[in-house]
Protein backbone atom coordinates (compact mmCIF):
# COMPACT_ATOMS: atom_id res chain seq x y z
CA UNK A 1 0.00 0.00 0.00
CA UNK A 2 0.83 3.41 -0.51
CA UNK A 3 1.48 5.26 2.58
CA UNK A 4 -1.12 7.90 3.51
CA UNK A 5 -0.93 10.51 5.89
CA UNK A 6 -0.26 9.32 9.24
CA UNK A 7 0.49 5.42 8.18
CA UNK A 8 4.12 4.55 7.04
CA UNK A 9 5.01 1.29 4.32
CA UNK A 10 5.49 -2.10 5.60
CA UNK A 11 9.12 -2.98 5.42
CA UNK A 12 9.39 -5.14 2.01
CA UNK A 13 11.93 -5.96 -0.76
CA UNK A 14 12.01 -7.03 -4.26
CA UNK A 15 13.55 -7.12 -8.08
CA UNK A 16 13.60 -5.43 -10.87
CA UNK A 17 13.48 -7.40 -14.00
CA UNK A 18 11.09 -6.61 -17.32
CA UNK A 19 9.43 -9.72 -18.52
CA UNK A 20 11.72 -9.81 -21.82
CA UNK A 21 14.57 -10.55 -19.63
CA UNK A 22 13.17 -13.68 -18.39
CA UNK A 23 14.73 -16.62 -20.32
CA UNK A 24 13.11 -19.52 -22.37
CA UNK A 25 13.64 -20.61 -25.87
CA UNK A 26 11.74 -18.62 -27.99
CA UNK A 27 13.71 -14.88 -28.02
CA UNK A 28 12.51 -13.21 -25.75
CA UNK A 29 10.67 -13.78 -21.84
CA UNK A 30 7.12 -14.42 -22.00
CA UNK A 31 4.04 -15.54 -19.71
CA UNK A 32 4.95 -19.35 -19.85
CA UNK A 33 6.23 -21.24 -17.16
CA UNK A 34 9.85 -19.34 -16.66
CA UNK A 35 7.90 -16.44 -15.23
CA UNK A 36 5.57 -18.79 -13.24
CA UNK A 37 9.42 -20.27 -11.81
CA UNK A 38 10.73 -16.27 -11.76
CA UNK A 39 7.64 -16.02 -9.10
CA UNK A 40 8.61 -19.24 -6.94
CA UNK A 41 12.42 -17.69 -6.75
CA UNK A 42 11.28 -14.43 -5.52
CA UNK A 43 9.05 -16.36 -3.11
CA UNK A 44 11.99 -18.39 -1.86
CA UNK A 45 13.87 -15.68 -1.50
CA UNK A 46 12.16 -13.52 0.63
CA UNK A 47 11.35 -10.99 -1.84
CA UNK A 48 7.77 -9.57 -1.85
CA UNK A 49 7.77 -7.52 -5.04
CA UNK A 50 8.26 -8.42 -8.87
CA UNK A 51 9.06 -4.78 -10.56
CA UNK A 52 8.42 -4.79 -14.61
CA UNK A 53 9.22 -2.26 -16.87
CA UNK A 54 6.04 -1.20 -19.25
CA UNK A 55 3.98 -3.78 -21.24
CA UNK A 56 3.16 -2.20 -24.26
CA UNK A 57 4.14 -2.77 -27.81
CA UNK A 58 7.78 -1.27 -27.62
CA UNK A 59 9.50 1.14 -30.08
CA UNK A 60 12.27 0.48 -33.32
CA UNK A 61 14.52 1.00 -30.74
CA UNK A 62 12.95 -1.34 -28.37
CA UNK A 63 12.24 0.77 -25.62
CA UNK A 64 9.50 0.18 -23.92
CA UNK A 65 8.91 3.61 -22.98
CA UNK A 66 7.72 5.27 -26.58
CA UNK A 67 4.85 2.70 -28.14
CA UNK A 68 1.74 2.92 -30.38
CA UNK A 69 -0.59 2.68 -27.67
CA UNK A 70 -0.19 3.10 -23.65
CA UNK A 71 -2.56 0.07 -23.64
CA UNK A 72 -0.90 -1.93 -25.92
CA UNK A 73 0.30 -6.15 -24.80
CA UNK A 74 3.71 -6.38 -26.42
CA UNK A 75 3.17 -9.29 -28.66
CA UNK A 76 6.37 -11.08 -27.99
CA UNK A 77 5.56 -11.73 -24.31
CA UNK A 78 2.88 -14.34 -25.59
CA UNK A 79 3.84 -17.27 -24.58
CA UNK A 80 4.14 -20.06 -27.65
CA UNK A 81 4.24 -23.45 -25.71
CA UNK A 82 1.05 -22.04 -24.19
CA UNK A 83 -0.48 -21.65 -27.79
CA UNK A 84 0.63 -24.90 -28.39
CA UNK A 85 -0.67 -26.66 -25.29
CA UNK A 86 -3.99 -25.05 -26.34
CA UNK A 87 -3.90 -26.78 -29.85
CA UNK A 88 -3.63 -23.47 -31.74
CA UNK A 89 0.66 -23.97 -33.10
CA UNK A 90 2.04 -27.52 -34.11
CA UNK A 91 5.09 -29.04 -32.79
CA UNK A 92 6.82 -28.00 -36.19
CA UNK A 93 5.61 -24.50 -35.58
CA UNK A 94 6.97 -24.36 -32.44
CA UNK A 95 10.49 -25.60 -33.09
CA UNK A 96 10.52 -23.08 -35.96
CA UNK A 97 10.40 -20.53 -33.25
CA UNK A 98 13.42 -21.71 -31.26
CA UNK A 99 16.04 -18.76 -30.90
CA UNK A 100 19.50 -19.28 -32.00
CA UNK A 101 20.93 -17.88 -28.65
CA UNK A 102 19.62 -17.50 -24.70
CA UNK A 103 21.57 -14.30 -24.24
CA UNK A 104 19.67 -11.40 -25.39
CA UNK A 105 16.45 -10.81 -26.50
CA UNK A 106 16.21 -11.55 -30.69
CA UNK A 107 14.54 -8.51 -31.81
CA UNK A 108 15.11 -8.30 -35.51
CA UNK A 109 14.10 -12.35 -35.61
CA UNK A 110 10.73 -11.18 -33.96
CA UNK A 111 9.93 -8.58 -35.84
CA UNK A 112 10.22 -10.33 -39.16
CA UNK A 113 8.78 -13.85 -37.53
CA UNK A 114 6.56 -13.83 -34.68
CA UNK A 115 3.50 -11.61 -35.98
CA UNK A 116 2.79 -14.18 -38.79
CA UNK A 117 3.42 -16.84 -36.51
CA UNK A 118 1.06 -15.56 -34.21
CA UNK A 119 -1.71 -15.45 -37.42
CA UNK A 120 -1.36 -18.75 -37.70
CA UNK A 121 -2.72 -19.28 -34.21
CA UNK A 122 -5.44 -16.87 -34.50
CA UNK A 123 -6.36 -18.51 -37.41
CA UNK A 124 -6.95 -21.42 -35.44
CA UNK A 125 -8.64 -19.62 -32.51
CA UNK A 126 -13.08 -20.30 -32.70
CA UNK A 127 -14.07 -18.50 -29.35
CA UNK A 128 -14.79 -15.51 -31.67
CA UNK A 129 -17.14 -14.52 -28.56
CA UNK A 130 -14.33 -13.92 -26.04
CA UNK A 131 -12.52 -11.90 -27.88
CA UNK A 132 -15.58 -9.55 -28.19
CA UNK A 133 -16.00 -9.58 -24.56
CA UNK A 134 -12.69 -8.34 -23.51
CA UNK A 135 -12.90 -6.08 -26.10
CA UNK A 136 -16.45 -4.87 -25.21
CA UNK A 137 -14.89 -4.32 -21.66
CA UNK A 138 -11.23 -2.72 -22.61
CA UNK A 139 -11.97 0.12 -25.42
CA UNK A 140 -8.72 1.89 -25.41
CA UNK A 141 -7.09 -1.96 -26.50
CA UNK A 142 -9.79 -2.39 -29.44
CA UNK A 143 -8.80 1.24 -30.48
CA UNK A 144 -5.27 0.03 -30.34
CA UNK A 145 -6.17 -2.81 -32.53
CA UNK A 146 -8.34 -0.91 -35.12
CA UNK A 147 -5.12 1.31 -35.36
CA UNK A 148 -2.35 -0.96 -35.97
CA UNK A 149 -4.96 -2.33 -38.87
CA UNK A 150 -5.55 0.79 -39.99
CA UNK A 151 -1.73 1.62 -39.99
CA UNK A 152 -1.22 -1.69 -41.98
CA UNK A 153 -3.84 -0.47 -44.55
CA UNK A 154 -1.53 2.57 -44.98
CA UNK A 155 1.55 1.21 -45.66
CA UNK A 156 2.68 2.07 -42.04
CA UNK A 157 2.43 5.85 -42.62
CA UNK A 158 1.28 7.95 -39.83
CA UNK A 159 -2.50 8.80 -38.77
CA UNK A 160 -2.29 12.08 -40.43
CA UNK A 161 -1.39 10.92 -43.24
CA UNK A 162 -3.97 7.77 -43.76
CA UNK A 163 -6.00 7.47 -47.08
CA UNK A 164 -8.21 5.05 -46.00
CA UNK A 165 -10.19 4.03 -42.95
CA UNK A 166 -10.93 0.36 -43.89
CA UNK A 167 -8.99 -2.39 -41.95
CA UNK A 168 -8.13 -5.29 -43.23
CA UNK A 169 -10.53 -7.50 -41.10
CA UNK A 170 -8.04 -10.49 -40.51
CA UNK A 171 -5.18 -7.92 -40.03
CA UNK A 172 -7.48 -6.68 -37.65
CA UNK A 173 -8.60 -10.04 -36.05
CA UNK A 174 -4.91 -11.05 -35.75
CA UNK A 175 -4.69 -7.99 -33.24
CA UNK A 176 -7.33 -8.55 -31.29
CA UNK A 177 -6.84 -12.37 -30.77
CA UNK A 178 -2.56 -11.16 -29.69
CA UNK A 179 -4.31 -8.48 -27.42
CA UNK A 180 -7.05 -11.01 -25.85
CA UNK A 181 -3.88 -14.03 -25.67
CA UNK A 182 -1.59 -11.22 -23.50
CA UNK A 183 -4.09 -10.24 -21.10
CA UNK A 184 -5.77 -13.55 -20.63
CA UNK A 185 -1.76 -15.13 -20.36
CA UNK A 186 -0.85 -12.32 -17.92
CA UNK A 187 -3.90 -12.52 -15.58
CA UNK A 188 -2.88 -15.98 -15.28
CA UNK A 189 0.89 -14.85 -14.40
CA UNK A 190 -0.60 -12.47 -11.64
CA UNK A 191 -2.90 -14.78 -10.34
CA UNK A 192 0.25 -17.35 -9.88
CA UNK A 193 1.71 -14.55 -8.21
CA UNK A 194 -0.59 -13.45 -5.78
CA UNK A 195 -0.84 -17.20 -4.64
CA UNK A 196 3.07 -16.82 -3.88
CA UNK A 197 2.65 -13.78 -1.92
CA UNK A 198 4.13 -11.69 -4.67
CA UNK A 199 2.71 -7.95 -6.00
CA UNK A 200 3.69 -6.81 -9.09
CA UNK A 201 4.43 -3.15 -9.46
CA UNK A 202 4.06 -2.09 -13.59
CA UNK A 203 5.56 0.94 -14.81
CA UNK A 204 3.91 4.48 -16.53
CA UNK A 205 5.57 6.48 -19.24
CA UNK A 206 4.38 10.22 -18.41
CA UNK A 207 3.55 10.98 -22.06
CA UNK A 208 2.86 8.77 -25.31
CA UNK A 209 3.71 9.02 -28.70
CA UNK A 210 2.21 11.50 -31.17
CA UNK A 211 1.93 8.66 -33.73
CA UNK A 212 -0.31 6.44 -31.77
CA UNK A 213 -4.13 5.44 -31.08
CA UNK A 214 -3.78 7.42 -27.82
CA UNK A 215 -3.42 10.81 -29.75
CA UNK A 216 -5.52 9.62 -33.32
CA UNK A 217 -8.33 8.26 -31.03
CA UNK A 218 -8.57 11.30 -28.64
CA UNK A 219 -6.63 14.16 -30.01
CA UNK A 220 -8.30 16.58 -28.46
CA UNK A 221 -6.50 15.25 -25.21
CA UNK A 222 -3.36 16.93 -26.67
CA UNK A 223 -1.77 20.21 -27.52
CA UNK A 224 -1.57 19.91 -31.20
CA UNK A 225 -2.29 22.61 -34.51
CA UNK A 226 -4.73 22.47 -37.16
CA UNK A 227 -2.82 19.78 -38.51
CA UNK A 228 -3.01 17.58 -35.98
CA UNK A 229 0.74 17.82 -35.29
CA UNK A 230 2.24 18.64 -31.82
CA UNK A 231 1.96 22.48 -31.34
CA UNK A 232 4.61 21.97 -28.93
CA UNK A 233 6.72 19.02 -27.23
CA UNK A 234 7.84 17.35 -24.53
CA UNK A 235 11.88 17.32 -22.92
CA UNK A 236 14.07 18.38 -20.53
CA UNK A 237 16.47 21.52 -20.60
CA UNK A 238 20.05 21.38 -20.97
CA UNK A 239 22.27 20.46 -17.65
CA UNK A 240 25.33 19.05 -16.73
CA UNK A 241 25.12 15.59 -18.59
CA UNK A 242 23.61 17.15 -21.59
CA UNK A 243 24.03 20.73 -22.76
CA UNK A 244 21.38 20.50 -25.20
CA UNK A 245 19.20 19.37 -22.96
CA UNK A 246 16.46 15.88 -24.39
CA UNK A 247 14.15 16.46 -26.90
CA UNK A 248 12.09 14.07 -26.37
CA UNK A 249 9.32 14.83 -29.14
CA UNK A 250 5.93 13.29 -27.04
CA UNK A 251 3.07 15.98 -27.82
CA UNK A 252 2.31 17.39 -24.50
CA UNK A 253 -1.34 17.12 -22.82
CA UNK A 254 -4.27 19.66 -23.03
CA UNK A 255 -4.18 19.62 -18.81
CA UNK A 256 -7.10 22.42 -19.68
CA UNK A 257 -9.03 20.30 -21.74
CA UNK A 258 -8.77 17.06 -19.70
CA UNK A 259 -9.67 19.05 -16.46
CA UNK A 260 -13.15 19.75 -17.77
CA UNK A 261 -13.72 16.10 -18.60
CA UNK A 262 -12.69 15.56 -14.65
CA UNK A 263 -9.30 13.82 -15.98
CA UNK A 264 -11.33 11.08 -18.02
CA UNK A 265 -7.89 9.87 -20.16
CA UNK A 266 -5.79 10.13 -17.32
CA UNK A 267 -8.51 8.12 -14.91
CA UNK A 268 -9.18 5.56 -17.69
CA UNK A 269 -5.30 4.75 -18.04
CA UNK A 270 -4.75 4.16 -13.95
CA UNK A 271 -7.89 2.08 -13.92
CA UNK A 272 -6.21 -0.03 -16.59
CA UNK A 273 -2.91 -0.45 -15.01
CA UNK A 274 -4.20 -0.50 -11.46
CA UNK A 275 -6.13 -3.40 -13.25
CA UNK A 276 -2.76 -5.27 -14.13
CA UNK A 277 -0.60 -4.44 -11.33
CA UNK A 278 -0.75 -3.78 -7.63
CA UNK A 279 1.24 -1.12 -8.10
CA UNK A 280 2.52 1.56 -10.39
CA UNK A 281 5.38 3.22 -11.14
CA UNK A 282 4.63 6.95 -12.73
CA UNK A 283 7.39 7.91 -14.49
CA UNK A 284 8.93 11.57 -14.98
CA UNK A 285 6.07 12.48 -11.86
CA UNK A 286 8.15 16.01 -11.77
CA UNK A 287 6.03 16.89 -15.18
CA UNK A 288 2.71 16.88 -13.24
CA UNK A 289 3.91 19.82 -11.22
CA UNK A 290 5.42 21.34 -14.21
CA UNK A 291 6.65 19.96 -17.42
CA UNK A 292 8.88 21.67 -20.50
CA UNK A 293 7.52 22.89 -23.41
CA UNK A 294 9.67 23.13 -26.35
CA UNK A 295 8.27 24.81 -29.55
CA UNK A 296 8.11 21.66 -31.91
CA UNK A 297 9.92 23.34 -34.79
CA UNK A 298 12.90 23.28 -32.34
CA UNK A 299 16.14 20.96 -33.17
CA UNK A 300 17.24 20.80 -29.57
CA UNK A 301 15.85 21.46 -25.78
CA UNK A 302 17.46 24.41 -25.42
CA UNK A 303 14.80 26.98 -26.04
CA UNK A 304 11.92 25.45 -23.99
CA UNK A 305 10.62 26.64 -20.98
CA UNK A 306 8.86 25.29 -17.86
CA UNK A 307 4.96 25.46 -17.61
CA UNK A 308 2.69 24.62 -14.47
CA UNK A 309 0.79 21.11 -14.33
CA UNK A 310 -2.24 19.97 -13.56
CA UNK A 311 -0.18 18.77 -9.62
CA UNK A 312 -2.84 17.86 -7.04
CA UNK A 313 -6.26 18.20 -9.07
CA UNK A 314 -5.11 15.17 -11.23
CA UNK A 315 -3.71 13.70 -7.86
CA UNK A 316 -7.11 14.02 -6.70
CA UNK A 317 -9.05 12.92 -9.68
CA UNK A 318 -7.01 9.54 -9.75
CA UNK A 319 -7.19 9.22 -5.63
CA UNK A 320 -10.68 6.80 -5.98
CA UNK A 321 -9.12 4.51 -8.96
CA UNK A 322 -5.73 4.07 -6.98
CA UNK A 323 -6.54 4.38 -3.44
CA UNK A 324 -5.72 0.35 -3.25
CA UNK A 325 -3.00 0.31 -4.97
CA UNK A 326 0.80 1.57 -4.87
CA UNK A 327 1.56 4.02 -6.29
CA UNK A 328 5.26 5.20 -6.96
CA UNK A 329 6.28 9.06 -7.92
CA UNK A 330 9.69 8.53 -9.73
CA UNK A 331 11.27 11.80 -8.25
CA UNK A 332 14.73 11.95 -9.86
CA UNK A 333 16.20 14.19 -12.05
CA UNK A 334 15.45 18.39 -11.58
CA UNK A 335 13.57 18.09 -8.68
CA UNK A 336 12.36 21.61 -6.89
CA UNK A 337 10.63 22.45 -3.49
CA UNK A 338 7.19 22.74 -5.37
CA UNK A 339 7.93 18.84 -6.88
CA UNK A 340 8.75 17.83 -3.09
CA UNK A 341 5.51 19.60 -1.78
CA UNK A 342 3.93 17.45 -4.71
CA UNK A 343 5.20 14.25 -3.67
CA UNK A 344 4.57 15.22 -0.37
CA UNK A 345 0.86 15.96 -0.74
CA UNK A 346 0.05 13.21 -2.99
CA UNK A 347 1.18 10.63 -0.20
CA UNK A 348 3.33 8.93 -2.79
CA UNK A 349 6.13 7.26 -1.95
CA UNK A 350 9.38 9.05 -3.65
CA UNK A 351 12.34 6.74 -5.25
CA UNK A 352 16.02 7.05 -3.56
CA UNK A 353 18.90 5.95 -5.95
CA UNK A 354 22.15 4.83 -4.43
CA UNK A 355 24.17 5.15 -7.33
CA UNK A 356 23.12 8.79 -7.39
CA UNK A 357 24.46 9.06 -3.25
CA UNK A 358 27.86 9.50 -3.47
CA UNK A 359 28.67 12.45 -6.43
CA UNK A 360 29.76 14.96 -3.57
CA UNK A 361 26.78 16.11 -1.57
CA UNK A 362 27.20 15.06 2.32
CA UNK A 363 22.80 15.88 2.26
CA UNK A 364 22.11 13.85 -1.20
CA UNK A 365 18.59 12.22 -0.49
CA UNK A 366 19.99 9.14 -2.09
CA UNK A 367 22.18 8.79 1.08
CA UNK A 368 20.83 5.42 3.27
CA UNK A 369 20.85 7.18 6.33
CA UNK A 370 18.71 10.19 5.24
CA UNK A 371 16.06 7.66 3.75
CA UNK A 372 12.87 7.93 5.09
CA UNK A 373 10.26 5.07 5.37
CA UNK A 374 8.00 6.09 2.82
CA UNK A 375 9.78 5.72 0.17
CA UNK A 376 11.54 3.10 -2.71
CA UNK A 377 15.23 2.49 -2.71
CA UNK A 378 17.11 1.19 -5.55
CA UNK A 379 20.79 0.23 -6.14
CA UNK A 380 19.99 1.22 -9.56
CA UNK A 381 17.32 1.90 -12.26
CA UNK A 382 16.61 0.34 -15.43
CA UNK A 383 18.68 3.39 -16.95
CA UNK A 384 21.73 3.12 -14.43
CA UNK A 385 25.14 0.96 -14.60
CA UNK A 386 24.34 -2.30 -12.65
CA UNK A 387 26.23 -2.05 -9.10
CA UNK A 388 28.80 -3.98 -9.92
CA UNK A 389 29.87 -1.59 -12.89
CA UNK A 390 28.81 1.51 -10.77
CA UNK A 391 31.67 0.33 -8.13
CA UNK A 392 34.24 -0.30 -10.66
CA UNK A 393 34.09 2.56 -12.78
CA UNK A 394 33.39 4.83 -9.56
CA UNK A 395 36.68 7.46 -8.66
CA UNK A 396 39.22 6.11 -6.16
CA UNK A 397 37.82 8.86 -4.01
CA UNK A 398 34.42 8.00 -4.28
CA UNK A 399 34.92 4.43 -3.80
CA UNK A 400 36.59 4.73 -0.76
CA UNK A 401 34.23 6.82 0.31
CA UNK A 402 30.98 4.36 -0.36
CA UNK A 403 33.46 1.48 1.19
CA UNK A 404 33.89 3.31 4.36
CA UNK A 405 29.90 4.03 4.26
CA UNK A 406 28.99 0.71 4.11
CA UNK A 407 31.87 -0.70 6.47
CA UNK A 408 33.15 -2.47 4.20
CA UNK A 409 37.24 -2.86 5.42
CA UNK A 410 38.81 -5.34 3.84
CA UNK A 411 41.52 -4.83 1.29
CA UNK A 412 40.29 -6.00 -2.05
CA UNK A 413 36.85 -3.43 -3.03
CA UNK A 414 35.68 -6.15 -5.78
CA UNK A 415 34.31 -8.27 -2.80
CA UNK A 416 32.77 -5.70 -1.29
CA UNK A 417 29.23 -5.49 -3.11
CA UNK A 418 27.45 -7.69 0.25
CA UNK A 419 28.39 -5.00 2.41
CA UNK A 420 26.89 -2.46 0.02
CA UNK A 421 23.69 -4.84 -0.25
CA UNK A 422 23.16 -5.14 3.08
CA UNK A 423 23.46 -1.34 3.97
CA UNK A 424 20.07 -1.05 1.43
CA UNK A 425 18.45 -3.70 3.32
CA UNK A 426 19.03 -2.04 6.52
CA UNK A 427 17.99 1.59 5.41
CA UNK A 428 14.65 2.63 6.81
CA UNK A 429 13.09 2.84 3.21
CA UNK A 430 9.91 0.97 3.45
CA UNK A 431 10.75 -0.86 0.06
CA UNK A 432 14.18 -1.92 -1.42
CA UNK A 433 13.99 -2.93 -5.04
CA UNK A 434 17.22 -4.50 -6.64
CA UNK A 435 17.89 -4.98 -10.71
CA UNK A 436 18.18 -8.92 -11.20
CA UNK A 437 21.66 -7.78 -12.26
CA UNK A 438 22.78 -6.99 -9.06
CA UNK A 439 21.79 -10.44 -7.38
CA UNK A 440 23.89 -11.96 -10.04
CA UNK A 441 26.62 -9.26 -9.01
CA UNK A 442 26.83 -8.69 -12.94
CA UNK A 443 29.17 -5.57 -14.83
CA UNK A 444 27.97 -3.23 -17.12
CA UNK A 445 28.02 -5.18 -20.34
CA UNK A 446 24.76 -6.86 -18.67
CA UNK A 447 23.26 -2.70 -18.40
CA UNK A 448 19.77 -2.79 -19.59
CA UNK A 449 19.49 0.50 -21.27
CA UNK A 450 22.05 3.47 -21.54
CA UNK A 451 20.01 6.83 -21.71
CA UNK A 452 21.36 8.73 -25.24
CA UNK A 453 22.27 5.61 -26.61
CA UNK A 454 20.84 4.39 -29.74
CA UNK A 455 21.62 1.01 -30.20
CA UNK A 456 22.31 -2.22 -27.91
CA UNK A 457 19.91 -1.43 -25.19
CA UNK A 458 16.47 -3.75 -23.69
CA UNK A 459 18.20 -6.97 -24.65
CA UNK A 460 19.55 -8.53 -21.60
CA UNK A 461 18.21 -11.57 -20.54
CA UNK A 462 19.18 -13.88 -17.85
CA UNK A 463 19.36 -17.69 -17.94
CA UNK A 464 17.80 -20.57 -15.90
CA UNK A 465 21.75 -22.05 -14.66
CA UNK A 466 22.61 -18.09 -14.18
CA UNK A 467 19.87 -17.24 -11.73
CA UNK A 468 20.84 -21.00 -10.28
CA UNK A 469 23.44 -19.63 -9.03
CA UNK A 470 22.08 -17.12 -7.10
CA UNK A 471 22.58 -18.03 -3.11
CA UNK A 472 18.69 -17.99 -2.29
CA UNK A 473 19.47 -18.15 1.36
CA UNK A 474 21.42 -15.29 1.49
CA UNK A 475 18.46 -13.16 0.50
CA UNK A 476 16.09 -14.93 2.52
CA UNK A 477 18.19 -14.33 5.63
CA UNK A 478 18.92 -10.84 5.00
CA UNK A 479 14.82 -10.13 4.22
CA UNK A 480 13.85 -11.92 8.02
CA UNK A 481 17.37 -9.82 9.80
CA UNK A 482 16.03 -6.45 8.75
CA UNK A 483 12.07 -7.19 8.73
CA UNK A 484 11.25 -7.64 5.11
CA UNK A 485 9.70 -10.76 5.14
Known sequence: ????????????????????????????????????????????CGFSYWQVLPFCLPDDYNSP??????????????????????????????????????????FDRLREERFALLAKAAGRFNDRQAISAFLDANKPVADFCRYMALKEA?????????????????????WQFIEYEFFTQWKAVK????????????????????????????????RLDEDNKPSCVAGVPPDYFCADGQLWGNPLY??????????????????????????VRIDHFRGLESYYSIPADEKTAKNGKWVKGPGMDLISALKPVCENSLIIAEDLGDITPEVHRLVGDSGYPGMRVLQFGFLGDPDSPHLPHNYVNN????????????????????????????LAYCGYTGDDWDKSYDAILRTMFASSAGLLILPVQDLLLYGSDTRLNTP??????????????????????????????????
Open 65 to 106: YASYSAFSGNPFFVDLPTLKNEGLLTEAELLSARQKTPYMCE
Open 191 to 222: AYAKEKGVAVIGDIPIYVAWDSADVWADPGQF
Open 1 to 44: MAEKEGRSMKRASGVLMHVSSLWGDYSEGSFGSEAREWIDFLAD
Open 154 to 174: NGQRAWTEWTTDIPDEKVLAV
Open 452 to 485: GKGTGNWSYRITREQLAAVDRGKFRLWNELYARK
Open 254 to 279: DWDAMKRDGYAWWCERMRFMTSLFDG
Open 375 to 402: CVAYTGTHDNNTLLGYVWELSDENRRRL
